[in-house]
């Protein structure tokens, strides 16, 4: 389980089945982006790594943010020195990620992207967009090339995904 403490603090703990260990700190920041909506997980990788991602403000806009992984092999005592998955470094909203193991120990980051997408501008058109993104990590943080997933996505709702053998199953709520 994750969450985060305040504004500044992205904290887990782990249950056993029937006792969960103390909360640790995954990452402590000034420059969280903590939203109700837009919230830090921490999943599980086949071979008992942790994987977490969390989102970090980029630039001073409300809504400009990067996307932040990290990884534990010690049941989140210690983190890896994050990383970002996605190759666009604009001062636009990334987020809304979903994080997906996959048997080799790595897994896929599956996120919202908004290098294409500008709120502001009255151009409603097919290029003003939301994007559909994702990443494949190894165990040892190193990233595959990124795929653009779908184009035109809701600007504001959670991805969701679950692993099949045929292949991942990928869905962004839209209200």
Same mark, same amino acid.
């Given at each position: %389980? ?6 500044? $603090?992205?904290? %887990? ?26 919230? *830090? ?10 994987? $977490? ?28 020195? *994050? ?17 997906? *193991? ?27 967009? =939301? ?11 190193? =990233? ?6 779908? *184009?035109? $996505? ?16 990928? $869905?962004?709520?839209?209200?």
């Amino acid at each position: %389980m994750s969450w985060t403490e305040g504004n500044n $603090a992205v904290r %887990m703990a782990l249950f056993d089945g029937t006792y969960w260990t103390e909360a640790r700190t995954i990452h402590q920041s000034e420059t969280l982006f903590v939203n109700w909506a837009d919230f *830090p997980s921490v999943v599980g990788l086949s071979d008992g790594t942790l994987a $977490a991602h969390w989102l970090e403000l980029n630039g001073p806009g409300s809504y400009q943010y990067d996307v932040k992984i990290a990884f534990s092999f010690d049941e989140g005592l210690n983190w890896t020195t *994050p990383i970002i998955p996605h190759d666009d470094r604009s001062k636009r909203e990334h987020g809304f990620v979903s994080l997906i *193991p996959d048997d080799s120990a790595g897994l896929t980051a599956l996120w919202l992207d908004g290098r294409a997408y500008d709120n502001q501008a009255a151009d409603d058109s097919y290029e003003n967009a =939301m994007q559909v993104r994702a990443r494949r990590i190894a165990p040892d943080g190193s =990233m595959g090339p990124e795929s653009l997933l779908d *184009p035109r $996505a809701c600007t504001c709702c959670q991805t969701s995904a679950v692993r099949k053998e045929a292949g991942n199953i990928i $869905a962004v709520e839209c209200h």
